[in-house]
């Protein structure tokens, strides 16, 4: 299977504190991108980064990339209850097509 | 407009029946997607299409049968399904790739499937 990895699987911290999630990938890529998707819903696109960047901000999320160990990381701080989801990276990979491989999920749950 | 809509919401269908799935979108993308996706897994990728044509199909059973009629839907055709196909199916649509553009995906909110 060419899917990515995630880990943790599921993560429980309390309201306020930063939550870590990664991702390891197996091919290479143009870019890698982090959905959330609340329960049962679709998912939302949350920041993209290049190849040939290191690291990217938005807001409250930081992510960061290391295409020589094929992973990535995703920071979010000062978490809220309304951060409770499931978050997924995804690959786009060098070869032709429309493809994302998604990773296996992070489930995160921020307790007030 | 940055939605995709899908319908209906909910489909609750026996193994003999038939069915379709919609999805619209008016971002003017010209590549769609339907995903298939079990609890607490990541989805799972059935068809590509782009420029209204089927790019990519990950050998998706042939009792699921996607339909783009024009750049805006895209119909996925259901029949007679097994209760292991029931799930959450999802449609996206993206710009379709290139040098310039990123293959940032929008999804609709899913149908839950139940076939009995």
């Known amino acids: 299977s060419q899917q990515g990895e995630e880990d943790p699987q599921a993560l429980s911290i309390q309201e306020g504190e930063n939550a870590t999630m990664n991702c390891s990938y197996k091919?290479?890529?143009?870019?890698l991108q982090w959905y959330r998707q609340n329960s049962g819903r679709g998912l939302v696109h949350l920041i993209l980064i290049r190849s040939n960047e290191r690291e990217k901000h938005s807001g409250r999320l930081r992510v960061t990339l290391d295409t020589s160990k094929k992973s990535s990381s995703l920071l979010i701080t000062a978490s809220r209850a309304a951060d409770t989801a499931s978050y997924f990276c995804a690959t786009d990979g060098t070869g032709g097509g429309n493809k994302l491989t998604f990773g296996t999920g992070t489930q995160l749950k921020v307790e007030l | 407009d940055t939605e995709v809509t899908q319908t209906p919401k909910h489909l609750v269908m026996g193994m003999t029946n038939k069915k379709s799935l919609k999805c619209e979108q008016h971002m003017g993308h010209r590549a769609m997607y339907w995903y298939k996706q079990k609890a607490k897994k990541p989805p799972e990728l059935m068809f590509v299409y782009s420029y209204e044509k089927l790019s990519i199909n990950e050998s998706v059973p042939s009792r699921f049968s996607p339909e783009c009629p024009n750049s805006s839907l895209l119909n996925l055709h259901l029949h007679a399904l097994q209760p292991e196909d029931s799930a959450l199916y999802l449609c996206a649509s993206s710009y379709s790739k290139s040098r310039t553009t990123k293959n940032i995906q929008y999804f609709g909110a899913g149908t839950r499937l139940s076939v009995l």
């Open positions: 091919t290479s890529i143009n870019n």
